[in-house]
């Protein structure tokens, strides 16, 4: 596609409920970030996929925060009985190899837990 | 530790020049970024650094010095469309570590 696509763009969730936000990166890109970025922040690393390879999940907040890129494209968020404080946008990117490559986002899937 | 600061909020007139200033103290650095980022939307690519001096992309202009930890970015004829956040980011290892983002509110 061209661009990061993410779905849902919006999701309300009853705390203690699981939900799943998927992220579609730019065809050919290796590389896929997630982030969380809560109301007048930066955005906040969760977790990087070179493939399929999750390399790095120091970001992820609890064990109820889980991603996947099983065949090293879509990848999925999934975040385990909610809480308010998992209220935030969780945004995508991705990206050619390289540190020099510019990392593109997505528009990102707003999360509400009431 | 990470540490990437930069100012909060900042204010200008349409048709001015602004600068946004960005300090880091990383434990690794392979590059620093420029995003903006408009209510609502995603963070977009202004620019990029590796070495240090000034890099010109038509009214926004980015700076570093890797010795300072040092990085500005400067937006010239300022629009009432480049009020938004700004955020800057240091590349340490494959990933991006953001600052908290400058919000710019550009008035009439």
């Known amino acids: 596609g061209a661009g990061v696509s993410q779905s849902p763009r919006y999701k309300v969730a009853k705390r203690g409920q699981d939900v799943a936000l998927r992220c579609d990166p730019i065809s050919g890109h290796v590389s896929l970030f997630w982030y969380q970025q809560a109301l007048g922040q930066g955005p906040e690393f969760l977790t990087y996929f070179q493939n399929e390879a999750q390399l790095d999940k120091s970001g992820l907040p609890s064990d109820r925060f889980f991603a996947e890129r099983p065949e090293g494209s879509v990848s999925t968020l999934k975040i385990q009985r909610t809480q308010q404080e998992d209220s935030a946008v969780y945004l995508c990117?991705?990206?050619?190899?390289?540190?020099?490559?510019?990392?593109?986002f997505g528009e990102g899937s707003w999360l509400t837990v009431v | 530790g990470q540490n990437i600061d930069q100012p909060t909020e900042m204010t200008a007139t349409e048709g001015a020049i602004v600068q946004i200033n960005c300090t880091y103290q990383t434990s690794g650095f392979n590059g620093l970024f420029w995003y903006q980022q408009h209510a609502g939307e995603a963070p977009t690519f202004l620019s990029y650094n590796v070495l240090d001096g000034l890099e010109e992309k038509g009214r926004f202009s980015s700076f570093l010095s890797r010795s300072k930890g040092y990085s500005y970015l400067l937006l010239k004829e300022l629009q009432m469309k480049d009020s938004a956040s700004y955020l800057c980011?240091?590349?340490?290892?494959?990933?991006?570590?953001f600052g908290t983002g400058t919000r710019l509110q550009v008035f009439p």
């Open positions: 990117a991705s990206s050619r190899l390289g540190f020099g490559n510019t990392i593109y």
């Open positions: 980011a240091v590349r340490h290892t494959d990933k991006l570590i």
